[in-house]
T-cell receptor
């Protein structure tokens, strides 16, 4: 079975550009999570969805960040405009149900570098 | 507010040694879930175990064992007879009911197992 799929795996962009990260959760999973990992701040939950509805976006750092889940098999995380401090590894994860009450399965991550 | 503390930043052991990774959590909820995840050098996070707050039974899975003690708010992870392949960053995580099961991760413990 396919795991969580993320694209692109690596993204290098210039400050001010729009960046879109994509995620396909495991089929049948109802919850989807976006995380950001940096050396300074560790692993931070940005937002999570239950049945395609955003439940908690308190971790989204600024209005420059937005996330959507138009259907059960696809989600995007957009940064517009990007800044060098957004450089990080962004992970998408999914779980069978119940938000964070159940184990999450992580994608390989997208390494974002903003110059 | 929920909090997870992994006081050990890095641990280095020689192969075949036993090693224990500490995790202390804070929560006001009576219903919560604890997790351990492994992040090998490849970067992808891998789920290891999930425990709910009503189940204090310790668990053993091969060389891995977990000790959950509500009295000390700890959920420690022991690797017996460590192997080089155990080298990774290990994260403890907490999801509590009040927060809508939002997941909070500890800072992680980097384990080096030397041959």
């Amino acid at each position: 079975d396919a795991g969580v799929i993320q694209s692109p795996r690596h993204e290098v962009t210039e400050m001010g550009q729009e960046v879109t990260l994509r995620c396909k959760p495991i089929s049948g999973h109802n919850s989807l999570f976006w995380y950001r990992q940096t050396m300074m701040r560790g692993l931070e939950l940005l937002i999570y969805f239950n049945n395609n509805v955003p439940i908690d976006d308190s971790g989204m750092p600024e209005d420059r960040f937005s996330a959507k889940m138009p259907n059960a098999s696809f989600s995007t995380l957009k940064i517009q405009p990007s800044e060098p401090r957004d450089s990080a590894v962004y992970f998408c994860a999914s779980s069978a149900s119940g938000g964070g009450a159940y184990e999450q399965y992580f994608g390989p991550g997208t390494r974002l570098t903003v110059t | 507010a929920q909090k997870v503390t992994q006081a050990q930043t890095e641990i280095s052991v020689v192969e075949k040694e036993d090693v224990t990774l500490d995790c202390v959590y804070e929560t006001r909820d009576t219903t919560y879930y604890l997790f351990w995840y492994k992040q090998p050098p490849s970067g992808e996070l891998v789920f290891l175990i999930r425990r709910n707050s009503f189940d204090e039974q310790n668990e053993i899975s091969g060389r891995y064992s977990w000790n959950f003690q509500k009295s000390t708010s700890s959920f420690n992870f022991t690797i017996t007879a460590s192997q080089v392949v155990d080298s990774a960053v290990y994260f403890c995580a907490l999801s509590e009911a009040t927060g809508g099961f939002k997941t909070i991760f500890g800072a992680g413990t980097r384990l080096f197992v030397k041959a």
